[in-house]
């Protein structure tokens, strides 16, 4: 398998036959990417008149558009660096300009608009002077050559910053690649934005691998699975326990189904053609694996983040439910002292971050090459990696009993009634708990009864004695949610920091 990937994908788009499909004011739009080449040099001739020159960098703000897409692919063929933001979060634009020392940002977020430094997207993605048969000369890249920024989610403190180098993209595509062979049989959705470098790890490999694409925002993602058939989803956990829990909830108002007739129902509705789903970046609910086993759908769990990529990924033929899979080429791992999982990359993402302090690095960045991950795991005897949690999260009771806060709540989570369960307890004789339930018109006493029947399922030091109803929907606003909906923990812990003590005196 060919590593060096980003060098031919400008070139690839020339005789690429995939497409990228998108919705404009809820119209369906197919724009071959071969077609997108006029719109790249609409993007390369804005960037020239501005003087962006190799090596530069430039900010993106941005829902997932075409636009997105060919600002993006004219940064690789132009070698300038991007550094995409959250399109979810409200950002100070002169300290971003400042930090990140950028000229400008393009952005499509409406109250951007006329801020000083920010370009929109329409502006730049058209009515450039463009000299009729221009082609695109891309750049050639050196594998240490960095390409964007990533963002870790700051579920724990101040996000840190990374920049991807080329090799390690290069990497992550054709591993992938060689593990899932897509082709043109595929059509893979994207609707987590597009400034989670993975995203457009698909969009790069579409190009290469000639395959479609069907983008969509995120509010469209449940209309358009149904309609434009994909074969491959990626989501976070959160995503395809709500697939679940939507699609049972719709069963229970029907007349009773075999199993044969719920499994095509259930694949109907994802659009009749799935091959797989993809998933990671959180724990699946053991509950939720094996109902997608029932309905003869392949989800596949993995491993990664910012600082190494890809580490590891169930796929066809070698899949072991609750693992993250085994691990991809180039890939090593070992384990501290406390169990913390260590990864060396053959070709790495970086090997410090940007703008961080010396401490930092070294508390990541180790002096072996490895990485430290902050994640608990092992190994087993048949090289699949299971991850338990994570050392910033592990719960130390005050008689010095280590608990694993994630594995408890995913087993409170099993409870019909239970949304989301965060346990709480470092220091404290035993374990409480802060509760979203399913509906808010779940009382209390059912709440209870339902915790005291999962404590029967764990062992004695794991059990939640008490609990705090949250009576509102986690989302992404008011840092509950990361815009991958993972629980950010600390700052919901801190937020209801008075009600979580007072249950250890009730």
Not at 31 to 60: E, H, S
Not at 153 to 173: E, L, N
Not at 425 to 446: F, N, T, W
Request: charged share 25%; aromatic share 10%.
């Amino acid at each position: 398998m060919e590593i060096d990937q980003i060098n031919r994908l400008i070139s690839n788009l020339r005789d690429c036959e995939s497409n990228l499909e998108t919705y404009q004011n809820g119209k369906k739009v197919i724009l071959p990417f071969k077609d997108m080449q006029p719109g790249i040099l609409q993007v390369l001739a804005f960037l020239n008149t501005k003087k962006i020159c190799r090596g530069d960098k430039i900010g993106i703000i941005g829902t997932n558009t075409s636009e997105w897409v060919a600002i993006d692919l004219a940064c690789i063929a132009a070698g300038i660096i991007t550094v995409p933001l959250d399109p979810a979060l409200k950002y100070e634009i002169a300290e971003i300009l400042a930090e990140f020392k950028l000229p400008f940002i393009l952005s499509n977020v409406e109250i951007y608009k006329d801020y000083e430094g920010v370009y929109r997207f329409e502006d730049v993605c058209k009515n450039q002077a463009v000299e009729t048969g221009t082609g695109i000369n891309p750049v050639v890249y050196r594998p240490e050559d960095i390409l964007t920024y990533k963002f870790t989610s700051g579920s724990t403190q101040r996000p840190k910053v990374i920049g991807a180098m080329k090799q390690s993209v290069d990497a992550a595509i054709s591993f992938v690649q060689q593990l899932f062979h897509h082709g043109r049989q595929d059509k893979i959705m994207i609707f987590l934005p597009l400034h989670t470098y993975q995203q457009r790890y698909w969009i790069y490999s579409a190009i290469l691998f000639d395959f479609d694409i069907i983008l969509v925002a995120k509010e469209y993602v449940f209309h358009a699975i149904k309609k434009d058939q994909p074969t491959v989803i990626m989501g976070v956990p959160f995503f395809f326990e709500t697939i679940m829990k939507n699609f049972l909830a719709d069963m229970d108002n029907e007349y009773p189904l075999t199993d044969d007739l719920l499994k095509n129902e259930f694949h109907q509705q994802l659009g009749g053609r799935i091959r797989y789903l993809w998933t990671g970046s959180a724990p699946l609910g053991s509950d939720t694996l094996a109902f997608y086993e029932r309905m003869d759908i392949p989800l596949y769990q993995g491993y990664g983040m910012n600082e190494v990529c890809i580490v590891s990924k169930n796929y066809l033929g070698n899949n072991k439910t609750g693992s993250v899979g085994k691990l991809l080429p180039g890939k090593q791992v070992k384990f501290d002292h406390n169990r913390q999982l260590l990864v060396k990359s053959e070709y790495p993402v970086n090997t410090s971050y940007f703008g961080a302090d010396q401490e930092d690095n070294k508390a990541t960045f180790l002096e072996d090459g490895y990485v430290a991950t902050g994640d608990l795991g092992y190994i087993d005897e048949d090289g699949y990696l299971f991850i338990n949690g994570r050392i910033k999260e592990l719960i130390v009771l005050a008689n010095a009993i280590k608990v694993h806060p994630a594995p408890v709540e995913k087993k409170m989570e099993t409870s019909p009634l239970i949304k989301h369960c965060i346990v709480y307890g470092d220091e404290h004789p035993y374990l409480v708990a802060l509760v979203v339930p399913e509906s808010l018109c779940v009382e209390k006493g059912d709440i209870k009864k339902e915790i005291s029947r999962v404590n029967e399922l764990l062992r004695p030091h794991e059990r939640v004695c008490n609990f705090y109803i949250i009576r509102q929907e986690f989302n992404g606003q008011g840092n509950r949610l990361s815009a991958q909906n993972k629980i950010l923990r600390n700052d919901i812990i801190n937020e209801f920091s008075d009600e979580l003590e007072k249950l250890y005196t009730e």
